[in-house]
């Protein structure tokens, strides 16, 4: 029973339409100049609790480096199984590169990994105006017994805007020449008076 239940997953897992997919996703689209913005590096569609899990990746974002400056790398935390992991990122000019992987058993990631989760947030600084493209080279996906993944790739995009300066209304106006009138009919009062 045991094999059949094996084989039926490992058929399920070679179907076209089961490939994971590595996603870049912006908590903003769009971000003020001089804001941060936080990219998420997710896993989706990999079975829970089942073959096949990830077990090592290597995964670069390509950005445009004149318009985004990366500052901080956070790993996830899927793979906090008790055994640990090695964490590695690489900073480049347009580029950041997360790699990890997995100290645990190929059981422990069968049993204990999600079919979904983060592999790591990178937050970056907006530097300058225009837009830039998220892309993703994915270098190594590797389940647990260490073969390649079949994956798909889901890249996005940010765009940095200006600051938007608030236009004076029309009542500060008012308030600032109805001032201005008393206090010259004050002055004049003053001057009438002597």
């Known amino acids: 029973m045991k094999n059949s239940v094996f084989a039926f997953v490992a058929f399920t897992l070679s179907l076209p339409g ?32 089942l073959p096949p899990s990830v077990s090592t990746y290597r995964i670069t974002l390509n950005f445009d480096g004149a318009v985004l400056s990366p500052s901080l790398v956070d790993f996830g935390t899927q793979w906090n199984l008790g055994s640990g992991s090695a964490q590695i990122p690489t900073f480049g000019g347009s580029s950041v590169t997360l790699e990890e992987f997995s100290f645990a058993s190929a059981a422990d990631l069968q ?18 105006l225009g837009g830039s493209p998220l892309t ?3 270098e190594n996906l590797l389940n647990e ?4 993944l079949t994956y798909n ?36 009062l003053k001057s009438k008076a002597q």
């Open 145 to 148: 017994n260490g073969d390649p």
């Open 153 to 188: 790739v889901s890249n996005s995009d940010v765009t940095v805007v200006s600051s938007q300066i608030p236009e004076p209304s029309f009542f500060v106006p008012s308030l600032l020449c109805l001032g201005l009138w008393f206090f010259r009919e004050r002055t004049w």
């Open 18 to 49: 089961n490939a994971a997919t590595i996603t870049a996703s912006p908590n903003l689209a769009s971000v003020q100049l001089g804001s941060p913005v936080t990219v998420e590096l997710a896993v989706l569609g990999v079975f829970s609790f």
């Open 136 to 138: 993703l080279s994915v």
């Open 111 to 128: 049993n204990l990994q999600t079919g979904s989760f983060v592999l790591g947030t990178v937050v970056f600084d907006s530097i300058a």
